[in-house]
């Protein structure tokens, strides 16, 4: 939870407390609850969020700003401008309307080391998260493969679906925290 927040638990599973020391007076804090698996259960209950209370010493208006995350591109098509270049041109991201300041990455990663491993290993081409469409860049390796990332505002949408339907993985930070908006319902690809 970083330097500022102290845990408290007595047993995880019934109690936990999260106190933030706050350095300045107005500083945001969110709090969000991540939802997993625990396979060692063998009752297969799942998780429970219950009796949330947050306390203050310092009482203030509530603040109810809730910050859009880039959502993806469900087309994209290259072209090969010349040897050197290839043109990526794309949809808008399907959240388009609610969050108008995404702009996109061009990612390039290994399509051997995908085939071998089954790994993605793409990131932003030019550490570049501020692309619109049409986009020209310079070509990788015969062996490349190409997504369209949605960002903004640190952030990353999400970069489509494999060819088993999964939604495939943030390798790069370089966008920021990945969270995807909505979904463009695309068909199983790469």
């Given at each position: 939870l970083g330097d500022d927040f102290h845990e408290r638990s007595q047993h995880p599973q019934v109690f936990l407390s999260v106190e933030y020391f706050q350095r300045r007076r107005?500083?945001?804090v969110w709090i969000a609850f991540v939802?997993?698996?625990d396979r060692g259960a063998?009752?297969?209950?799942g998780w429970y969020v219950?009796?949330?209370?947050?306390?203050t010493l310092e009482p203030a208006p509530p603040q109810c700003d809730v910050s859009p995350w880039p959502g993806e591109v469900s087309t994209a098509?290259?072209?090969l401008l010349d040897p050197s270049t290839i043109e990526a041109d794309w949809t808008e991201s399907c959240n388009l309307a609610s969050f108008p300041a995404?702009?996109?990455s061009i990612q390039v990663?290994?399509?051997d080391a995908l085939r071998t491993s089954g790994n993605y290993n793409h990131a932003p081409i030019d550490d570049r998260c501020d692309r619109t469409a049409p986009a020209a860049f310079t070509t990788g390796a015969s062996n490349a493969y190409y997504l369209i990332v949605p960002a903004g505002d640190g952030r990353?949408?999400?970069a489509g679906s494999n060819s088993t339907g999964l939604a495939r993985p943030q390798v790069s930070n370089v966008c920021g925290a990945r969270r995807v908006g909505c979904s463009a319902g695309l068909l199983p690809g790469l």
């Amino acid at each position: 939870l970083g330097d500022d927040f102290h845990e408290r638990s007595q047993h995880p599973q019934v109690f936990l407390s999260v106190e933030y020391f706050q350095r300045r007076r107005h500083d945001v804090v969110w709090i969000a609850f991540v939802f997993g698996s625990d396979r060692g259960a063998a009752t297969g209950e799942g998780w429970y969020v219950d009796r949330v209370k947050v306390d203050t010493l310092e009482p203030a208006p509530p603040q109810c700003d809730v910050s859009p995350w880039p959502g993806e591109v469900s087309t994209a098509w290259f072209s090969l401008l010349d040897p050197s270049t290839i043109e990526a041109d794309w949809t808008e991201s399907c959240n388009l309307a609610s969050f108008p300041a995404q702009t996109y990455s061009i990612q390039v990663g290994d399509l051997d080391a995908l085939r071998t491993s089954g790994n993605y290993n793409h990131a932003p081409i030019d550490d570049r998260c501020d692309r619109t469409a049409p986009a020209a860049f310079t070509t990788g390796a015969s062996n490349a493969y190409y997504l369209i990332v949605p960002a903004g505002d640190g952030r990353e949408g999400g970069a489509g679906s494999n060819s088993t339907g999964l939604a495939r993985p943030q390798v790069s930070n370089v966008c920021g925290a990945r969270r995807v908006g909505c979904s463009a319902g695309l068909l199983p690809g790469l």
